[in-house]
T-cell receptor, first 117, second 111 residues
Framework: DAGVIQSPRHEVTEMGQEVTLRCKPI?????LFWYRQTMMRGLELLIY????????DSGMPEDRFSAKMPNASFSTLKIQPSEPRDSAVYFC???????????????FGQGTRLTVV | TQLLEQSPQFLSIQEGENLTVYCNSS?????LQWYRQEPGEGPVLLVT?????EVKKLKRLTFQFGDARKDSSLHITAAQPGDTGLYLC???????????FGTGTSLTVIP
């Protein structure tokens, strides 16, 4: 398997523009996570999907942020409108969860470095 | 959000030295993981600890989960330049499947 694939790797956009980040999880994994990483705040959990359903979106900072998972092999994180303070590295991670085995390994993509100017 | 504080935040040591990184919280976790992240990459899992008081060894790395499952430590013996990276602990909540990451420890091992 190629692992978790994120695109684009780098994105530079102007304030006010819409930004869409994409993630392809590892095939067969049923949980997907979006994280944001900054020097000041570290790795923050934004949203968590299980079986394509959003389970916990309490980490989504504002209504400008939205995430979707239309099927088991694709997820998007959208920021509209973008602001300079959204500049960060955004990671997607996937994992195989079950009620029997918990705390399994999460596999991360290489991240998308977003710069909003 | 369940806060996990790591200390120290930054650590720079000479090759061959030993070091310990701490991960502390006021919350109880059903399990805890340690990840290492290199520049330009996502975090990669090193170990998972599940039982209070558990100790796991991975070559020169020793991981311990506190008896109360609120804290953990990572000890590296005879550090090498290849150990350089950002070390992150992540706590697995008792309810739900979310992992919450610690604040991170940036380690630099100087040859």
């Amino acid at each position: 398997d190629a692992g978790v694939i994120q695109s684009p790797r780098h994105e530079v956009t102007e304030m006010g523009q819409e930004v869409t980040l994409r993630c392809k999880p590892i095939s067969g994994h049923n949980s997907l996570f979006w994280y944001r990483q900054t020097m000041m705040r570290g790795l923050e959990l934004l949203i968590y999907f299980n079986n394509n359903v959003p389970i916990d979106d309490s980490g989504m900072p504002e209504d400008r942020f939205s995430a979707k998972m239309p099927n088991a092999s694709f997820s998007t994180l959208k920021i509209q409108p973008s602001e300079p303070r959204d500049s960060a590295v955004y990671f997607c991670a996937s994992r195989l969860d079950s009620w029997v085995v918990r705390g399994t390994e999460a596999f991360f993509g290489q991240g998308t470095r977003l710069t909003v100017v | 959000t369940q806060l996990l504080e790591q200390s120290p935040q930054f650590l720079s040591i000479q090759e061959g030295e030993n070091l310990t990184v701490y991960c502390n919280s006021s919350s109880v976790f059903s399990s805890l993981q340690w990840y290492r992240q290199e520049p330009g990459e996502g975090p990669v899992l090193l170990v998972t600890v599940v039982t209070g008081g558990e100790v796991k060894k991975l070559k020169r790395l020793t991981f311990q989960f506190g008896d109360a499952r609120k804290d953990s430590s990572l000890h590296i013996t005879a550090a090498q330049p290849g150990d350089t990276g950002l070390y992150l602990c992540a706590g697995y909540a008792n309810t739900g499947n979310q992992f919450y990451f610690g604040t991170g420890t940036s380690l630099t091992v100087i040859p």
